[in-house]
Structure formats: structure tokens, C-alpha cells
């Protein structure tokens, strides 16, 4: 089985719900491959538990292809067969294709920062802290990786048993927007979960606003996106 995080995510909450096992259903089922959007640890035990497979993390772009991938040990092996893989003093990505002869990309910067690491068997993607363009800016000129809203939603998503999906969009540099699908309102002691993750994510005193809405927005593509910012 092959699909976004996000949505395969989803999928295997309401396996879980109704206590399905789908390896059990579909036997013929080898392993799950998440794509495009990050997985968590959290989230590949989710996927784990209501599919029963075991769940393979991939790393690409649409310019590249598969840039890194789970090994054996689920460890984000880069494909240096196909790629050849640096960071430039920002951390972002710059990208290599070996094969694409009808438009060579040579230390194409495709946006993403990372960590890479150089072990025994080749090297490696120790970690993805999202797009040099989803940065979240902060009074006193701080500034925190997008991904950082992911651990602040988690909170909420996986202890208030009603919120089904969020994202946050930044209007200042202190107020954020939380728009969440939910069967109610969300209360004080949850709105509270959210505020205390952002105090210790980021910073303290941020003004947060809580929306309930029916419909999360996604990129043209399909892709959901947790973090929109509205800074200049």
C-alpha cells in the first residue's frame, strides 16, 4: 500500500476504531510505503498496528524521485545510486541527478532542511525539519522550523478523542490561527493542551484562536500542509 502520510494515517485511526487488522483482510499486503508528507514515529506505530505491516518511510521530490528510503533497520538510506546528495551552510538540500539527461539538475536546491550523516553502508537522512519556507518567525527576531507546529498539534489530535484533523496559520508575530474538524467545540482544558505545547515549542505568551471549520485545505496536489504563514 502506497499514499500520503497524512492519509494513510487517517485510514489506519479508523482501523484501529473498529479493531480491523487489514493484513488479516487482505493477506496478500507486504508493507506500507508513506510518501511526501512526515511520518512520525508515533504515526508509523498507528499505520503499524491497524494495517499489521510494516511501515516503510520515503523521502523524494517530483523533480528527483526517490531521493532517501527506510532500510532494514528503518534508517533513511539515500539513493545514491540514482542522486548525489550535499547541503549548502543553510541545510537545504541540494540535489544531483545522475540519469535525468533530457534536463540534468545539478545542486538543485529543492527547498527541504535536513541533517545528513555518513555511516559504513553509505549515507543517510538523520532528519527532515521541513521547508526552508514553512519557518515559523517569532517576537525577538527567533525563528522555528514549521515541522516544530507538528509536535504542538500532536497534543490535542492524539488525547482530546474529537479533534479528526487541524492546521495552524500564523497572521503576526504572536497570533496564530488553529482551524480544526471536530463533533464539537473544542473546551478550555483542550485549547489549553495546544497553548501549553506552544509554550514549550516555541515560546510562551503566543495569542492562540481556535476555529472549528468542516474542511481542512490542501494543496492543489492533494498534499496536506499543517503550517501556513502569512508574514511578508
Do not use: W
Not at 488553529?178 to 514549550?200: I, R
Amino acid at each position: 500500500m502506497y499514499g500520503y502520510t497524512n492519509a494513510v494515517r487517517h485510514f489506519a485511526d479508523y482501523l484501529v476504531s473498529k479493531n480491523i487488522v487489514l493484513a488479516s483482510l487482505c493477506p496478500t499486503l507486504k508493507a506500507v510505503i508513506v510518501t511526501s508528507e512526515m511520518c512520525t514515529d508515533a504515526d508509523k506505530k498507528i499505520i503499524a498496528k491497524g494495517t499489521g505491516l510494516k511501515v516503510i518511510n520515503e523521502y523524494g521530490a517530483s523533480e528527483t524521485g526517490i531521493i532517501a528510503i527506510d532500510d532494514k533497520d528503518a534508517k533513511m538510506k539515500v539513493s545514491e545510486e540514482l542522486l548525489y546528495v550535499e547541503t549548502n551552510d543553510k541545510g537545504q538540500l541540494l540535489i544531483t541527478s545522475f540519469h535525468n539527461r533530457a534536463f540534468p539538475l545539478i545542486r538543485y536546491n529543492i527547498g527541504d532542511i535536513a541533517t545528513l550523516v555518513n555511516e559504513d553502508h553509505g549515507m543517510y537522512i538523520e532528519s527532515i525539519q521541513g521547508r526552508s519556507d514553512d519557518l515559523v518567525r517569532l517576537p525577538g527576531g527567533r525563528v522555528a522550523a514549521g515541522l516544530t507546529l507538528y509536535y504542538c498539534s500532536r497534543d490535542i489530535l492524539e488525547n482530546s478523542g474529537k479533534v479528526k484533523e487541524l492546521y495552524i496559520t500564523q497572521k503576526t508575530l504572536e497570533d496564530f490561527v488553529v482551524y480544526y474538524v471536530a463533533d464539537s467545540e473544542l473546551q478550555g482544558k483542550e485549547q489549553n493542551l495546544v497553548q501549553g505545547a506552544f509554550d514549550k515549542y516555541l515560546q510562551p505568551d503566543l495569542k492562540l484562536h481556535f476555529e472549528r471549520t468542516d474542511i481542512i485545505r490542501r494543496k492543489k496536489n492533494g498534499k496536506f500542509q499543517l503550517f501556513y504563514s502569512e508574514l511578508a
